[in-house]
């Protein structure tokens, strides 16, 4: 295994990378901006990984930000899922301070919209924000591995992790996020793809 040296003093500065890894090219595709939006769902290719980042996900009613998959183009969503999530958080004023996994977030082969942290509040400051990555989706042989990590205000201010797979060897070529119930009323979610 070799060692990567940087080429630069400053991180901010760095323009070329030594070693046996690379960078990758992390290429933007498209971005979607809610507004008392149902849904925001997005067309998926071949590229190795997508990575979406929400920007103040927030919801018109107090819910859970979640997704789910097609491998139809988006005609159907329910790819079937297994997951898990742990969570570090505690309340705006400095209580109940804990670090949980939490199995109540869980899906086992289930078809359900895959959750992305606990519920997010109304409040006019409460909102989600973070990243999602989903891996290999184009492949054929392989199920479809993502994970991610947001944070999350609601009743606490929650740093969410998570992890699962799509029970698939089919090609997933599309994506939809929502609240579980009401709409996304205000935020921002950004699409790159990776090779």
């Not at 960078?23 to 290719?45: H, N, P, Y």
């Not at 994970?147 to 089919?170: D, I, K, L, P």
């Amino acid at each position: 295994m070799s060692l990567i040296r940087l080429k630069n003093n400053a991180l901010d500065n760095l323009t070329s990378f030594e070693g046996s890894a690379s960078l990758g090219d992390m290429v933007f595709i498209s971005s979607a901006t809610a507004s008392s939006s149902a849904s925001i769902e997005f067309d998926l290719g071949s590229y190795k990984e997508y990575k979406f980042f929400f920007v103040n996900i927030h919801p018109s009613s107090s819910s859970i930000f979640s997704f789910q998959t097609s491998t139809d183009g988006g005609s159907n969503y329910g790819v079937t899922a297994t997951t898990t999530f742990f969570r570090g958080q505690q309340t705006e004023a400095g209580a109940s301070a804990t670090l949980a996994y939490d199995t109540s977030m869980d899906l086992a082969q289930s078809s359900s919209l895959a959750r992305l942290g606990r519920p997010v509040l109304t409040d006019n400051d409460a909102s989600l924000s973070g990243t999602l990555q989903i891996f290999n989706v184009s492949s054929d042989t392989f199920v479809k591995h993502y994970m991610y990590n947001n944070s999350v205000m609601g009743n606490f201010c929650q740093n969410a992790f998570g992890a699962g797979y799509f029970n698939t060897t089919s090609a997933i070529n599309a994506i939809k996020f929502q609240f579980e119930s009401g709409n996304i009323d205000d935020g921002k979610i950004l699409l790159f793809g990776l090779n």
